[in-house]
């Protein structure tokens, strides 16, 4: 492997203060893909060190605009340029089918390139000032050092949301991804610096969330935490966030519902509840594992996703007719097996899957089927809670105002969807479903220009699109009195 497999600090490239490593293992078949720096508290802080003095010495956020939008369109084109190999080291980290990782490659570049676009384009406003002779306007400027954290379901894609508004807008940055899945960003850190991002501007540490992420989340010099992850997480970091009130961005989980109306194109439908869940085997936060079906459809429905999820393919990601790769890990397949089994417990009936497949061939990896769960109710956890695999459960719904309150029906507000050809109640049902995101007649569609992020306890802001870029500037009011007077009151 061609990496440098290091961290990457004031534009160094260097291993952990300890000494220490940690071995990256390929899902699929248990092997050791590579032995990478395991950092901790004191790696961090050199990072953060690093970061505040790049940030402080005002070089990168007095750089014009225009310069830090060209370097991080360079970026886009270099990551264009590796996509094959950016692609292959996503899918050996992750388990993802290669297909897919070319596809999130394509966003990636696409999200450098529409924030390379914006760069140049926050100069601010003048103010209509309500003073007679006086100028009153607003400029964004950088929040300053930034903490970004992400997790291991697409490790580059929610790297490249915090990397790529973070530069453009003139902040100095410690990434610290997922210690499961460091591979594709210590590759873009490769990339940033042959773009040339200066020293010290962006920096790299590896290794646990207790250590670096925890570090991040309370040093002081630190100025905003941009957290991609789970809630429990998110919590924490939030609580570890007020040490000195920094800024908090954070993109949890959610349990996203699919709502199917008797009225809408069956087969299309059908296919894209599928393609909704089981990519990378389900482990996405915006899935649409929540499937809520008019009655007078379900059972046909229903019928139809279990005949096409019997024949998905599984297998290794680099296979061309892989549909499906494995979980992530020995402890997260454990996981979804307890989200299964309590499903079970609680009375949903498993109408296919509901355990590892049988070929030897797959049984060095951490598969588990394709699995659906039909008379499922509000009442139970797995229809409150993340399962993060490759399963689905059913709800039955007799009326619209239904479907919607049992849509509502959660903590999380990621995403949700409605398929219908009735286009007034699709509109009806969206404006009511209290979510970030919400596709009438689609799913999982996302691109760089519409920002992404939840309500409820899905998170806090929002990443992608203008909204996106707004995160990571301080907006200031700067007022200037052009005929000066005493005021004489005292
Ligand atoms: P996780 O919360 O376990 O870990 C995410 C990151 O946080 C990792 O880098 C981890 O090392 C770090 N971390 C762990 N403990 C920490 C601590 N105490 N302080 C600081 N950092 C810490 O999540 P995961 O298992 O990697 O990812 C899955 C979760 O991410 C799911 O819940 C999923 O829904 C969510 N997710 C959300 C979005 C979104 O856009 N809303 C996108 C992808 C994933």
Redesign the pocket.
């Given at each position: 492997m061609n990496l440098k497999q290091q961290q990457y600090i004031n534009g160094k490239w260097v291993d952990a203060l300890s000494g220490n490593t940690r071995e990256i293992i390929n899902p699929f078949n248990q092997e050791v893909i590579a032995a990478v720096p395991e950092g901790d508290e004191s790696d961090t802080r050199a990072a953060i060190a690093a970061a505040r003095e790049a940030f402080d010495n005002g070089e990168w956020s007095s750089t014009p605009a225009t310069e830090r939008g060209a370097i991080v369109r360079e970026i886009a084109e270099l990551i264009e340029r590796d996509k094959e190999e950016l692609a292959r080291l996503e899918s050996l980290d992750t388990g993802k089918t290669v297909e897919e990782s070319r596809g999130d490659m394509d966003d990636i570049s696409g999200v450098f390139r529409y924030y390379a676009e914006l760069a140049d384009k926050n100069g601010g406003e003048l103010i209509d000032s309500p003073v007679p002779n006086s100028i009153s306007r607003v400029v964004h400027e950088p929040v300053g050092v930034c903490g970004q954290?992400?997790?291991?379901?697409?490790p580059l894609l929610?790297a490249s949301w915090k990397l790529a508004p973070a530069l453009a807008t003139g902040n100095t940055l410690i990434m610290?991804?997922?210690?499961?899945t460091p591979l594709t960003t210590i590759k873009v850190f490769e990339l940033m610096e042959e773009a040339g991002v200066p020293a010290g501007v962006a920096n790299l540490v590896l290794g646990?969330?207790?250590t670096?992420?925890?570090e991040?989340?309370s040093n002081v010099d630190v100025d905003l935490i941009s957290?991609?992850?789970?809630?429990?997480?998110?919590k924490?970091?939030m609580q570890?966030a007020s040490a000195n009130v920094k800024k908090l961005a954070l993109?949890?989980?959610?349990k996203n519902p699919n709502i199917i109306f008797a009225d809408a194109d069956f087969d299309t439908a059908v296919d894209q509840a599928l393609n909704g869940v089981f990519f990378h085997a389900g482990?996405?936060?915006?899935a649409g594992t929540r499937l809520i079906v008019e009655e007078s459809i379900h059972d046909e429905f229903v019928n139809a996703l279990v005949e096409r999820v019997k024949k998905f393919k599984l297998g290794n990601g680099f296979d061309e007719d892989t549909q499906m790769g494995p979980l992530i890990s020995a402890e997260?397949r454990a996981k979804v097996e307890e989200y299964v089994e309590t499903g079970i417990k609680e009375g949903a009936t498993l109408a296919v899957g509901g355990s590892r497949p049988e070929e030897p061939e797959l049984q060095n990896g951490f598969f588990y089927l394709p699995t659906i769960f039909t008379n499922c109710t509000t009442d139970m956890s797995i229809v409150q809670d993340?399962a993060?695999g490759p399963v689905i459960t059913v709800e039955k719904f007799h009326t619209e105002d239904e479907a919607v309150k049992l849509a509502n029906d959660s903590i999380y507000g990621?995403a949700g969807g409605v398929w219908t050809n009735d286009i007034p109640k699709a509109e009806r049902c969206v404006k009511n479903m209290r979510m970030g995101t919400v596709w009438i007649n689609d799913f999982n569609l996302y691109f760089p220009h519409a920002p992404?992020?939840?309500f409820k306890q899905?998170?806090i802001g929002r990443?992608l699109g203008k909204p996106g870029i707004e995160e990571y500037t301080e907006t200031k009011h700067i007022f200037q009195n052009l005929k000066p007077e005493p005021v004489n009151w005292f």
């Open positions: 954290i992400t997790p291991w379901n697409y929610q610290k991804p997922s210690e499961t646990a969330g207790s670096v992420g925890a991040l989340s957290f991609t992850g789970g809630i429990v997480t998110g924490k970091i570890a993109e949890l989980g959610g482990q996405i936060c915006s997260h993340e993060f990621l992404w992020g939840g899905s998170g990443e």
